[in-house]
């Protein structure tokens, strides 16, 4: 089993070339590798699941009832181990993108030690709290007592359902989406294994039945966590098993949480919506429940690759904007809604024939058939904002800016689903209330179109040549500095400073941000990991004051001295970002270039770390542009 997860990828820092390099590979051809391997494990996901409720529905209907209740309670743990796998991917895929190794071991490392601690705490709260809030659900006793016999084997081994999740989203951040695949082969199958001989008994294993369940699940997920701990450690070397301080926790859980917690917190929406929308279907009969229970099923399955595509955008998206690539940002993110939306059309076109026949598999009742055709009618023509929605999402939260996602989510499930199903179940019954869906989908995508235009489209900023121009309120020495750095732009070729929003000044190269100057007398910009490194030992720049998980670097703009320097900087960052742009081939050109900067011999050897010695191989992690 170990060889087969041998050879899926090179370690985080490798001699050899990725398979698929998010920053310089076609943006096409990225996506499609990336998603792929991810819709497999979306499948073998939800096939372990029919096969636990499978099995399980065979010793009768009161378990098959523990399994119904179960389930908000799993919802919700799962929706916090996907918050931890989406912030740790999106934190991860920005130091690689950034060419920090080290900060991407940091935050490996550092979320696995976040997921025992939520483990702990959510291990504790089930077994202590679970049979009372089973009642609470609604559960009579018997079912409460077979209840505690299941949920506490499945509180017990929780801990190997989220390491391995946030695992999963590590590797996926380096670019790697075939393990992850290949490990939730590996639990798909073991359950499906373990699920009938734990259950039922076979020879010498005794029948368990509701409690074997739980355990082929806990002892399937258990082999994957172990899996998963060795390619993080042995192959990727994304584990750095150290003593942290305060400080190092405080930093990294800050850099996962502020994208987890909304992650969090949009993933349960979903299934929060759908019993809201669900208890006011039931006013209209329990047909109208079953033919929208049926059609959510059937959502579950024909949305599928685009929630692989989303999936597939936060480790390229995160990859690219921590190396400043927003350009690569805003096409992957323009090409992903196009996908989308034609998958849309496809499937809306596909239901125009197919759904009657799709509907009668799973019902033959004809008042339910006739719902569910109206549901497969009206539904799928939101398919394609479905997309768009998911996609800008995870484009948000691989950004940085988490709290927008989940603003778009509850528009679409709570603040804007809720009215407009009611108002359209006034005008026209069932069918006016799943125009209403569709609706708030709709209007949730075309919010999530503008916000994402606003966040990633081209900035009309004016260019700059004195201070004056871009930034208000400085004066003496610092003006003087800034203005001398602008009059040097001159010489050098192809960049130019454009104001920027809050009071700055930036330094573009093709539309790529190199750094930018503020008021407060600062020049950031932003090099790989290894320039980083050898600039700040030889005392030419400090680390950013606030970008603790990147590869900025700063220096002050306080006199003249201040300027000359860095003058020196920005173009040691230009041709870097040159180099960059063309895939890492460093060329003659760039070499002479580097020369008439006299940079030492280590820093030399530093930028060839960066980008290959030769040139052509380009390290995972240690590419900048």
Not at 84 to 94: E, T, Y
Not at 128 to 138: I, N, P, S, Y
């Amino acid at each position: 089993m170990v060889a087969w997860f041998r050879d899926t990828g090179p370690a985080l820092v490798s001699p050899k070339p990725p398979p698929t390099n998010l920053l310089t590979d076609p943006i096409p051809k990225a996506l499609v590798r990336l998603a792929v391997p991810m819709t497999l494990s979306i499948v073998l996901m939800m096939l372990a699941g029919i096969a636990d409720t499978f099995f399980v529905g065979r010793l009768g209907p009161r378990e098959l009832a523990v399994m119904s209740f179960a389930f908000p309670v799993i919802a919700l743990v799962m929706s916090v181990a996907f918050g931890l796998n989406v912030g740790s991917a999106a934190a991860i895929s920005r130091a690689v993108g950034g060419g920090d190794t080290g900060a991407a071991r940091r935050l490996c490392t550092h979320a696995m030690l976040l997921a025992l601690l939520v483990v702990a705490v959510l291990s504790a709260l089930g077994m202590l709290f679970g049979a009372d809030l089973f009642r609470a659900l609604g559960a009579d006793e018997p079912v409460v007592a077979l209840l505690s016999s299941y949920m506490n084997i499945w509180f017990g081994g929780v801990v190997f359902l989220v390491v391995p999740m946030v695992g999963n989203g590590a590797m996926q951040a380096t670019g790697d989406s075939k393990t992850p695949a290949k490990i939730m082969a590996v639990f798909a199958v073991m359950n499906v294994a373990l699920d009938p001989l734990l259950i039922f008994g076979a020879g010498p294993i005794p029948a368990l039945g509701l409690r074997g369940a739980a355990l082929a699940s806990v002892l399937a997920r258990g082999v994957t966590m172990c899996i998963s701990l060795w390619v993080l450690g042995a192959r990727l070397e994304l584990l750095d098993l150290h003593v942290p301080t305060a400080r190092e926790l405080f930093v990294s859980f800050r850099q996962i949480l502020s994208v987890g917690l909304p992650a969090a917190v949009s993933n349960a929406l979903t299934p929060i919506s759908t019993a809201l929308v669900t208890g006011f279907i039931a006013r209209y009969g329990s047909d109208a429940v079953a033919a929208y229970g049926l059609g959510s099923r059937l959502d579950g399955l024909l949305v599928i690759p685009s929630m692989a595509l989303s999936m597939a955008l936060t480790p390229f998206i995160g990859q690219n904007w921590g190396a400043h690539r927003e350009d690569r940002v805003a096409q992957a993110l323009s090409l992903a809604q196009r996908i989308v939306v034609a998958w849309g059309a496809v499937v809306w076109t596909a239901m125009l024939i197919l759904r009657r026949p799709l509907a009668s598999v799973f019902s033959s009742d004809d008042e339910v058939l006739g719902m569910a055709d109206d549901y497969l009618l009206i539904l799928p023509l939101a398919y394609g904002a479905t997309g768009i929605v998911a996609v800008t999402s995870s484009t948000f939260n691989a950004i940085d800016r988490a709290v927008r996602s989940t603003v778009i989510s509850a528009m679409r499930g709570l603040f804007l689903a809720l009215p407009l199903a009611v108002l359209g179940a006034r005008i026209a019954g069932v069918r006016g209330l799943f125009v209403g869906l569709a609706t708030a989908t709709v209007t949730s995508a075309a919010v999530a179109v503008l916000w994402a235009r606003a966040a990633l489209g081209p900035k009309d900023n004016p260019a700059v040549s004195r201070t004056s121009e871009g930034i208000v309120g400085l004066e003496g020495a610092r003006e003087a500095a800034i203005d001398e750095l602008l009059a040097a732009l001159d010489g050098i070729d192809g960049v130019v400073a454009c104001a920027r929003p809050i009071n700055t000044i930036g330094f573009y190269l093709k539309g790529r941000e190199l750094g930018h100057v503020h008021r407060n007398g600062h020049i950031d910009l932003h090099v790989p990991g290894p320039v980083h490194d050898q600039l700040l030992t030889e005392g030419r720049a400090v680390h950013h004051r606030s970008q603790h998980g990147t590869s900025w670097i700063s220096h002050d703009l306080f006199g003249a001295a201040d300027a000359r320097e860095a003058v020196w900087l920005l173009e040691l960052t230009t041709i870097l970002a040159r180099i960059g742009q063309r895939g890492g081939e460093v060329s003659a050109a760039d070499r002479e270039a580097l020369a008439t900067l006299s940079p030492s011999p280590s820093l030399m050897r530093a930028v060839e770390q960066s980008f290959g010695a030769g040139g052509g191989d380009v390290p995972r992690a240690a590419i900048a542009a």
